[in-house]
C-alpha cells in the first residue's frame, strides 16, 4: 500500500499525523508542500489547503489529523 502524506513544516496536524503513522507502523512518503509546487499543486486539485493531506494509493485521501483513517489503514495492512 503507498501512502504519502503532504505536509508544511512548524503543521502540529502534520507532526501528529506522522507520529501516529509511526506508532502504528505504516510506512509512508513525506513531501514539504514549501518546496515543491508540483505537489502543492496536485493537493489543491484535489480540493484541499489545509496539510496534512494523506492520500492513499491515489484514489483515497483525507485532510487534517484523522485518527479514525489511520487505524483503519493499519487494519487493511496487517
Known amino acids: 500500500m503507498r501512502i ?3 505536509s508544511k513544516p512548524g503543521c502540529q496536524q502534520c507532526k501528529f499525523t506522522c507520529l501516529t503513522l ?3 507502523g505504516i510506512p509512508y512518503k513525506l513531501v514539504d508542500l ?3 509546487a508540483a505537489a502543492l499543486e496536485y ?3 484535489l480540493g484541499y489547503s489545509q496539510a496534512p493531506i494523506v492520500v492513499v494509493i491515489d484514489h483515497h485521501h483525507w485532510s487534517g ?6 487505524e483503519r489503514l493499519r487494519l487493511a495492512i496487517q
Open 34 to 36: 514549501t518546496t515543491n
Open 4 to 6: 504519502t502524506v503532504y
Open 43 to 45: 493537493v489543491q486539485d
Open 22 to 24: 509511526d506508532h502504528a
Open 65 to 70: 489529523f484523522n485518527p479514525t483513517e489511520i
